[in-house]
């Protein structure tokens, strides 16, 4: 059911690569909601996803950008305020990537390139794009910028790899840019910290399969899906959370705050009894 929470309102999306992806579930909720969306990704994930199909279906404008270059960001601003006929409402930050993580380093035999590059994708473009949206002074007043976070920015999570790193540093630069953007804009910077969720990023950690598991016996209201997500970015998005800046919210049904679950430990005690039978 649609409310035109976003009636009016103008929007750039950063990720959508599939309808797998979160940024796909968010542009399409953004449209329900009344919104006027631009989508962008590199030109690589341009070809090898599904996101041309998207904007033609929609009849949105698609713009190359690499996120972590900023003369394609500054590109991206000027075109999107160009075909908007005015400055941005919101924005979507759902980019992330680690070749750590790919290519299977461990934490403890991580090659520094790579992790160069996680930080720069992972957490610095969130900077890269907040930066370049104030300089050009892209936003109206009273707008939103979303990135997308996870738990393993606070707590170690088996495997998460640099992208711990990336996630710690990406939730703080929402916070030291809240401040100054907040102050100088009226602008809203935030994190959604999001359950474990099958897509294409999410799917290359290793055992992701165990992890989506765990966190969903784990969770009181099980694991939020990408399609729940892009209704928080919708609420966040909208005018009804003006004064909410600064923040990482946590959207994964209760985990964060769990220790041990009944299902959970349901599930660990099986274990048990499998080895009392060897
Ligand atoms: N899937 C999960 O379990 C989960 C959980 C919490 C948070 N997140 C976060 O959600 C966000 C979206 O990921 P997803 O799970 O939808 O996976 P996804 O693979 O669909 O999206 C990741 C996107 O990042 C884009 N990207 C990579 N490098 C880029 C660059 N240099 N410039 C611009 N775009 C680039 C990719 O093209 C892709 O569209 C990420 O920040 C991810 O860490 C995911």
Known sequence: MAYNLLKGKKGIIFGALNEMSIAWQVAE?????????????????????????FAEKHQVPLIPADATNVEDL?????????????????ILHSVAMSLNVRKKRSYDDLDYDFLQKTLDISAISFHKVLQTAKK???MNEWGSVVALSYVAAQRTMYEYNDMADAKAMLESIARSFGYIYGREKRIRVNTISQSPTMTTAGSGIK???????FADRMSPLGNATAEECANYCICLFSDLTRKITMQNLYHDGGF???????????????????????
């Not at 909720?29 to 199909?53: F, H, W, Y």
């Not at 055992?207 to 598991?213: I, K």
């Not at 769990?258 to 080895?275: I, V």
Request: proline residues 1%.
């Open 29 to 53: 909720k953004c449209i329900e909601e009344g919104a006027e969306i631009v989508l962008t990704n590199t030109p690589i994930s341009i070809r090898m996803g599904d996101i041309q199909e």
């Open 74 to 90: 500054v590109r991206l601003f000027q075109e999107s305020m160009k075909h908007f006929g005015g400055k941005v409402d919101f």
């Open 136 to 138: 050009l002074d892209a």
């Open 207 to 213: 055992g992701f399969d165990s992890l989506v598991d």
């Open 256 to 278: 964060s705050s769990m220790g041990m679950s009944y299902r959970a430990m349901h599930q660990y005690n099986k274990s048990f009894e499998n080895d009392d039978k060897k």
